[in-house]
């Protein structure tokens, strides 16, 4: 695989403070090499969460053996050895475009999938109190006589839980979004409430909703079907989740297909009455990706871009993720073959720009169903490798200087926020000993040290930054000619 990096037009303020470590003078984006997760467990509807103790976990299913895996980060360089969250002989629903759906509070960790079969089998959550190393026994989720229960979706706030999925009447028709909360952390569910109903339609009856919670509103977005129009539509819920009684519209494209396109919306809040969604939707017959800004506060949208421009036939499957201002979007289309896109803003909405698109991916072979989220200063992309039917994994983060794509390794901050040691993961061989430094927000040098060569062996440094005071900082890694630089939090 090539790596992607394109120069960004923003300029770096660091860049004010250690220009002396630092021959580049505009941001870039660089992306670390892959790193695979093996092939033998299956690659279908990958997702991916920060844990509390800053390491990415993935879960994703295998069509072939109906089973749930779970694996986590190491925290240096690879990922531990996946473990299967559904018990033997509990076979779990397993698609391409749907599946399983994982959310992170504190220590805990939520996985809710479904039960194999369309016309049978229920909702279950397993949950882990220890970032993801082990997990409990499973708890079902909705309380149906019947099996249509269908394309969970989960969201954890307060490690009060709220699950989304498809319900349908005892024939199997009329497909509505409901909602189950726990209050006890997932011990138990309270009985389903109807949100999607209140639109008066049907939902679209193969695509995967999205669930966002914060402390003021609980949302749902799932693909409406009212007489074949398939927009993205919200419900929204002021009294956590007890009741829907709003409805906004984030598409009206009017997009009239026959049958459902099997593909959901995605969403995140960016402040407490801000959120964004992406979708794909079909406008004179194109595919296309958008993004949606919304302000609930006023009920009205705020931005609607296109994010798919230039980037092939059948955009689809649009993932995104937003952390202190870092707002990031990928999706899968056709650039010869599928590729993996992503799109970066460090100022929300407003500084997406598609000429900053880059292709993850640009690799031969099918790479699909990609999914975000951020965290250590970063953004991780987990996607469906179709070569090797497994999971591929990388991180995408600021860089300074457009001679590290092949001059340096690749440097990862374990954990952020720090409380005691920092560790910093060498994904690659040094030759020279390093230099590291770290600045305060201001841009005073607060700590100066060496990196051996003799970390590449260990794979990783350790620093003690216990007697750090709070706050933001910025760690630049040099060898005297290039460098690089992340953020850092210090609590």
Not at 36 to 61: E, K, R
Not at 68 to 74: N, P, W
Not at 256 to 267: E, H, K, M, R, V
Not at 379 to 398: D, L, M, P, Q, R
Request: proline fraction near 5%.
């Amino acid at each position: 695989m090539k790596k992607a990096i394109r120069t960004l037009s923003s300029t770096l303020f660091l860049l004010a403070f250690c220009a002396s470590y630092t021959p580049a003078l505009s941001q870039t984006m660089s992306v670390s090499t892959p790193i695979s997760i093996p092939s033998a467990y299956g690659n279908y509807h990958p997702q991916i969460s920060m844990t509390n103790d800053a390491v990415p976990a993935v879960i994703w299913t295998s069509s072939m053996l109906k089973n749930l895996y779970f694996a986590k980060h190491d925290g240096v360089s690879n990922f531990n050895a996946p473990i299967q969250l559904n018990p033997s002989g509990f076979l779990v629903q397993s698609y391409t475009w749907s599946g399983p759906d994982l959310a992170a509070w504190n220590d805990n960790m939520y996985v809710v999938f479904k039960a194999n079969g369309y016309s049978m089998g229920h909702i279950y959550l397993v949950k882990s109190t220890d970032n993801g190393d082990s997990f409990g026994d499973t708890v079902r989720v909705d309380n149906l006589a019947n099996g249509f229960p269908q394309y969970p979706d989960i969201a954890v706030f307060n490690d009060t839980v709220f699950v989304t999925f498809m319900d349908h009447d005892a024939a199997g028709l009329n497909p509505q979004y409901v909602v189950a909360r726990s209050v006890d952390g997932g011990l138990t569910f309270e009985p389903n409430v109807d949100a999607g109903a209140l639109l008066g339609d049907e939902a679209c009856d193969c695509c995967q909703p999205e669930i966002i919670v914060n402390n003021k509103y609980v949302m749902v977005y799932f693909r409406n079907n009212a007489s074949n129009i398939r927009d993205i539509k919200a419900v929204v819920s002021m009294d956590r989740g007890a009741t829907f009684t709003n409805v906004i519209s984030v598409d009206d494209h009017l997009w009239n297909a026959f049958s459902c396109p099997s593909t959901g919306p995605d969403a995140i809040f960016t402040g407490l009455d801000t959120a964004i969604s992406v979708y794909k939707s079909e406008v004179l017959g194109e595919a296309k990706v958008f993004l949606n800004e919304y302000n609930l506060a006023t009920d009205s949208a705020l931005h609607s871009i296109e994010l798919s421009t230039g980037t092939g036939n059948n955009p689809n499957y649009p993932q995104v993720s937003y952390e202190n201002g870092n707002l990031g979007v990928v999706w899968e289309a056709n650039s010869g073959d599928p590729e993996v896109f992503f799109n970066w803003s460090s100022n929300g909405a407003l500084g997406l720009d598609s000429a900053n698109t880059i292709n993850v991916t640009n690799a031969s072979g099918a790479q699909t169903k990609p999914d975000i989220c951020h965290g250590n200063g970063k953004f991780h992309v987990v996607w469906a490798e179709g070569g090797s039917s497994g999971i591929k994994y990388v991180t995408i983060s600021e860089a300074l200087s457009i001679n590290l794509e092949e001059a340096y390794p690749t440097i990862n901050i374990f954990p952020n926020p720090v409380v005691g040691y920092l560790r910093l993961g060498i994904e690659s061989a040094i030759k020279e000993p390093l230099t590291a430094v770290i600045f305060d927000s201001k841009g005073a040098v607060i700590d100066t040290w060496i990196i051996p060569t003799s970390a590449k062996s260990l794979g990783y440094f350790d620093k003690d930054l216990s007697e750090l005071q709070s706050g933001l900082y910025f760690l630049n890694v040099t060898d005297g000619t290039v460098s690089i630089s992340q953020k850092f939090i210090k609590t």
